[in-house]
């Protein structure tokens, strides 16, 4: 069966670490997307890929990074500038030619500094 | 105003209640509207689409007012299965997706 898979689904981060987040789908997707939650909120926008090797900002960037070397997957890494990075982090993808297919979401990972 | 509202909530409502939910935005330009469900510490799901004419599947009723900028969700018959958070989605792009999610709206049915 087609899905985006994310790994790890917790993640344990020291202050001053990078970690990576992988996303993984095989739904033959163009754009994937990740979105941060914290508890209570809603989800925010980090980046987002249209295409393979482009990506845009989203609306928290700051202290994240990504690429897009293949269509499948969309790594993102949390770098050591993001200085407050405990919470839930979603990848989603969706096909770019019909604005009325929805986002398919993968499980999240928990990312927790310690 | 933020771009995309919904009812703060939450609505505790007994098994069998019929709940609505709205939720309104702000850009006229806005494509497409969705619906998703948020389970306790999973990953938002997609619940339905919303289209023009109305929409229902099973026992929710999706309806969407263009002129007045928003969208409502209906549930009837409510089940314990039932409680989430329901997510309001909109779509601002004609070209491909550039969704904003509402905060959401928490649902408790109780037995």
């Known amino acids: 069966d087609g899905g985006i898979t994310q790994s790890p689904k917790y993640l344990f981060r020291k202050e001053g670490q990078n970690v990576t987040l992988s996303c993984e789908q095989n739904l033959n997707h163009d754009a994937m997307y990740w979105y941060r939650q914290d508890p209570g909120q809603g989800l925010r926008l980090i980046y987002y890929s249209q295409i393979v090797n482009d990506f845009q900002k989203g609306d928290i960037a700051e202290g994240y990074s990504v690429s897009r070397e293949k269509k499948e997957s969309f790594p993102l890494t949390v770098t050591s500038a993001q200085k407050n990075p405990t919470a839930f982090y979603l990848c989603a993808s969706t096909r770019t030619n019909r604005e009325d297919y929805g986002y398919t979401f993968g499980s999240g990972t928990r990312l927790t500094v310690v | ?111």
């Open chain 2, 1 to 111: 105003r933020k771009e995309v509202e919904q009812d703060p909530g939450p609505f505790n409502v007994p098994e069998g209640a019929t709940v609505a939910f709205n939720c309104t935005y702000s850009n006229s330009a806005s494509q497409s509207f969705f619906w998703y469900r948020q389970d306790c510490r999973k990953e938002p799901k997609l619940l339905m689409s919303v289209y023009s004419s109305g929409n229902e599947d099973g026992r929710f009723t999706a309806q969407l007012n263009r002129a007045s900028q928003y969208i409502s969700l209906l549930i009837r018959d409510s089940k314990l299965s039932d409680s989430a958070t329901y997510l309001c989605v909109v779509n601002l792009s004609p070209y491909g997706q550039n969704f904003v999610f509402g905060p959401g709206t928490r649902l408790s049915v109780l037995p």
